[in-house]
């Protein structure tokens, strides 16, 4: 069995200066920083409120496709996590 | 102070325009140490008696989370003039508020940080007037410019993300590499480099702040410089006056859609300069509940949407892009609050706008007709309030 690559082991956790809430009036997760508001869809909230920094992606992964019964999202929560790291909304 | 101004509130970041009222600005005071020539303040701000008592701030804040609010400015004035700002600071942080201290730093003493940590603040803006310690304390007609410093550093030691404000304007905007140097140097995550928009004391000073289209071409190309040498160190944000625009702003993302300000006394406000216009009643929270506020009170109704739009808004393809523009720039420069923006070149009335900008291209040395400076202070306020004619009884 191949080690699962790099990006699959980290442990992302919500990036400094960053909150992550859940907004019942909203009904959606949102991100929280100086003065503004990102309002994440169902899936970024699903994935960005298991990155705890305890997790890694690989974990994170499987949460997922067991927490909806589905396979194959390997691809689409890199994609996720690539994006957000790219906002400073997550950290390694 | 300066809060943060319409267009300099991320509202682009804020995608959730679901018509509930996402951000309180509770502005708790007009008292202020500063004299700054644009303060936002209304000119009449010293009539202003009998500020909201704590607990009917925290009553508010309760509403206002109720309703949806997640974002809270404390703001004023200065807020740290108010003694129980950590207790507002704790509440609204046990609601779930993201909470934001907006403060010139005067009062911030390293037994108020640490009280506002326990509070759970998460974040400071604080402004500056310019980088170096002769303008930063002529505009601000005060002598803090290392207070400033010391206040920067100590919100850095208690890791709190700190956004730089700068007002930019016609006598600061040559010196915004050094602006900009300030900020890298202090630690800053945010720079607002917010030019002034010409509302209250700054619409009285707009002879002195505008700045000519050179001098905006060359800070602009100089901000952009420094990002690209910077990376994302520290994100800047440069807001160009409108008046240099042929299009309004979509002003504090729609009237009545985002936005709440609560004034020190009580009244609710969709933007913090609307109590200027004539013809409306805003409600005070004191004779009624938030929720009432927003969705019926004429004051937060009048200008929703686009029923309220006259020629060329009425027919306008745009309208829903800038919504007409400001309501408060509107009334300034036009005299009715329902006209369309000026700012927009499809106005009829777009020459007030256009004389201010030729104006401005004219060296100093040629403007002579301009009045002097206006600090911001209580005997200037009545002052103008007197000169405007109006009478003090229409304030409580």
Redesign the interface.
């Known amino acids: 069995m191949s080690q699962p690559p790099e990006a699959l082991q980290t442990r992302p956790r919500v990036g ?2 960053f ?1 992550l ?1 859940w ?1 019942p ?2 009904q ?1 997760w ?1 991100l ?8 994440l869809n169902g899936s970024a909230g699903e994935i960005m409120k298991r990155c705890d920094g305890e997790r890694s992606v690989d974990q994170i992964v499987a949460d997922l496709e067991g927490s909806f019964g589905v396979q194959g999202l390997q691809g689409d929560v890199l994609a996720f996590l690539d994006l957000a790291r790219g906002k ?1 909304w997550i950290e390694d | 102070m300066e809060a ?1 101004q319409p267009s300099t ?2 509202a682009s ?4 325009t ?1 018509g ?1 009222p ?1 951000w309180l600005l509770a502005e708790l005071t007009y008292r202020c140490p500063l004299h700054c020539v644009y303060c936002y303040n209304p000119v009449d701000f010293a009539l202003t008696e009998r500020e909201l008592a704590t607990d009917e701030w925290v009553r508010v804040l309760r509403e206002a989370r109720a ?2 609010s ?2 809270c ?1 404390f703001s004023g004035g200065e807020p740290m003039m108010r003694e129980d700002l950590e207790v507002l600071v704790a509440e609204a942080h046990r609601l ?1 508020y ?1 909470t ?1 201290l907006l403060t010139s730093g005067v009062g911030l003493t390293e037994e108020r940080a640490a009280r506002l940590k326990e509070a759970g603040l ?2 400071i ?1 604080l402004s500056f007037q310019d980088s170096t310690r002769e303008m930063n304390d002529f505009l601000s007609h005060t002598k803090t410019f290392e207070l400033k410093q010391r206040v920067a550093r100590m919100i850095k030691a208690n890791g709190w ?1 700190m ?1 730089l404000n700068v007002v930019i304007h016609r006598m600061n905007v040559d010196f915004i590499d050094k602006i900009i140097e300030m900020a890298v140097q202090l630690g800053a ?2 720079l607002e480099l917010a030019n002034s928009q010409y509302y209250s004391f700054a619409h009285v000073n707009r002879d002195h702040l505008l700045p000519s289209r050179e001098q905006l071409q060359r800070a602009e190309r100089v901000t952009n410089e420094y990002r690209a040498r910077l990376g ?1 160190k520290i994100r800047m944000f440069f807001v160009v006056p409108d008046f240099y625009e042929n299009r309004p702003k979509k002003c504090m993302n729609g009237w009545g859609n985002v936005f709440l300000t609560i004034t020190p006394d009580g009244t609710a406000l969709p933007c913090h300069t609307a109590k200027m216009l004539p013809g409306l009643t805003f409600p005070n929270v004191r004779d009624l509940d938030v929720r009432s506020i927003w969705y019926e009170s004429d004051g937060f109704n009048r200008f929703r949407g686009t029923g309220w739009m006259k020629e060329p808004c009425r027919s306008c393809p745009e309208q829903l892009k800038d919504l007409g523009g400001c309501r408060c720039q509107a009334y300034l420069l036009t005299g009715d609050p329902a006209n369309a923006d000026p700012v927009c070149d499809k106005s009829p009335l777009h020459g007030v706008v256009t004389a201010a900008v030729e104006k401005a291209q004219r060296p100093d040395r040629e403007r002579t007709s301009v009045h002097p400076l206006v600090f911001r202070d209580p005997m200037q306020s009545r002052r103008l309030t007197e000169a405007a004619g109006v009478p003090a009884a229409a304030h409580r």
Do not use: C, I
Not at chain 1, 32 to 39: A, I, T, Y
């Open positions: 400094t200066g909150r809430q907004e009036a909203q959606s949102v929280l920083f100086p003065e503004g508001m990102v309002k400073h | 943060p509130m991320q970041a804020m995608t959730a679901n509930t996402l309703l949806g997640v974002q400015g779930g993201y934001n998460d974040h803006q993300p956004v995550d945010y994302d």
